[in-house]
């Protein structure tokens, strides 16, 4: 009997083709263990599909925050008192039976019966809204001028075009909430920043020197997190003077988050830094000679980038956070200066959450950029674990 596992002759199958599933096999498992740490990371990342959609969302937030002028119909400072919570606009795409995208006119009237002064839709006052509209001029990146928005009114002196309604001075919600995105991004990034400067150094120390110097360090960070993290902030930002300007006060807001999040930071890059000591590369380092902080930020450091990386993305909602609560209680960032919470600091009266609800809109984008940068932390936190690769 011939033995099915034997190819016949003029088959085309030989024993090469019995053994391509193997040597396929042996081939990743060689490249994997050749392969450098961010090619693992990166590969373990690929299997989180939710990862992979709330790091776009991410991304696409930090794009809103970075073309806002061009991306809101009005600048941060433009307001018209006479549409005091206007309602939303819709917005309707056929007009005398043709194409034509427009929104329609408010009118202030006096309810005869209640006295209350409400927004009615006038049909006669037609405003038609376009793409790559002319409007206000601004500076594109901060240095490039442009007059030119993605959404708006054809003629912005038809009329307001309200989306998402206006708040108490008449400025356009809709538009206010995509230059807050700017403000509370980027103090995200810088707040991590200084967390990231301070944790490192003194998790770094901490952990490397070991000895009365950690138990110092340790005792200095146990005694910042058995303060409650509210009422340490605002006494901080108490001490700000009251005559900075709102660049002075957004710079001074960041290093007072920052004073309070380099301790997690600290307490990671200890025990990263306690992990890896004894390991016979650095020791290999020091018997060479190498210094100190050589051997801590040359050696020891880059082996667990990634998790420091992770760190960090799940470090970002938390400012995000601080600043919204902060400045919701009117302690952190003030008008002028733009922000989610900033925005939210209105939704502190019960009457006009009662009349225009839609204050409350600037909480949405901060719950989606604080549960998608969550995943997305998450994400890289398990690829960054080599037990999960």
């Known amino acids: 009997m011939t033995d099915p596992r034997i190819p016949l002759p003029g088959s085309g199958a030989g024993p090469a083709t019995a053994l391509e599933p193997e040597a396929q096999r042996t081939d990743g498992a060689e490249d ?30 930090y794009l809103v925050a970075i073309f806002a002028p061009f991306l809101a119909p009005y600048s941060s400072s ?48 037609v405003i038609p809204i376009g793409l790559f509209v002319q ?26 075009m309200l989306l998402l309604g206006a708040d108490a001075t008449g400025r356009d919600l809709f538009s206010m909430i995509i230059h807050g995105t700017t403000i ?11 967390s990231l400067i301070l944790g490192i150094v003194i998790g770094g120390v ?27 902030w605002m006494a901080l930002f108490a001490a700000v003077p009251p005559t900075w300007t709102p660049l002075q006060r957004y710079f001074g807001l960041t290093v007072v988050i920052s004073l309070v999040g380099w301790v997690g930071m600290a307490r990671e890059v200890r025990g990263k830094f306690l992990a890896v000591r004894g390991e016979e590369y650095v020791l290999a380092a020091i018997a060479d000679g190498g210094s100190q902080m050589r051997v801590m930020f040359r050696h ?41 919470g900033v925005l939210l600091e209105q939704a502190q009266n019960v009457r006009a959450i009662s009349t225009a609800p839609w204050i409350l809109l600037p ?24 037990y999960n690769n």
């Open 300 to 340: 020891m450091l880059p082996s667990f980038t990634s998790h420091i990386i992770a760190n960090l993305s799940l470090s970002i909602p938390a400012i995000i956070l601080a600043e919204t609560g902060l400045s919701f209680l009117g302690l952190g960032l003030q008008a002028p200066t733009v922000s989610w």
């Open 206 to 232: 901490s952990g490397y020197l070991g000895g009365r110097v950690d138990n110092l360090i340790q005792r200095l960070m146990e005694l910042i997190m058995s303060i409650p993290t509210i009422p340490l």
């Open 32 to 61: 994997l263990a050749v392969a450098s740490q961010w090619r693992l990371v990166w590969r373990g990342f690929k299997r989180h599909k939710v990862a992979q959609v709330c790091g776009a969302i991410t991304i696409f937030i």
């Open 184 to 194: 509370s991004m980027s103090i995200g990034l810088v707040g991590v920043f200084f």
């Open 78 to 125: 433009a307001h018209n008192a006479d549409y005091t919570y206007a309602p939303p606009q819709p917005i309707h795409l056929v007009h005398d039976g043709s194409f034509q995208p427009h929104v329609l006119g408010l009118t202030l009237d006096q309810d005869p019966d209640t006295l209350e002064l409400q927004f009615t839709p006038d049909p006669e006052n």
């Open 135 to 160: 409007g206000p001029e601004y500076e594109l990146l901060g240095f490039i001028p442009w007059d030119r928005h993605l959404i708006g009114p054809v003629d912005y002196d038809t009329g307001p």
């Open 363 to 386: 909480g949405i984008p901060v719950v989606i950029t604080v549960l998608a940068m969550n995943f997305f932390g998450d994400g890289i936190r398990d690829a960054a674990d080599p």
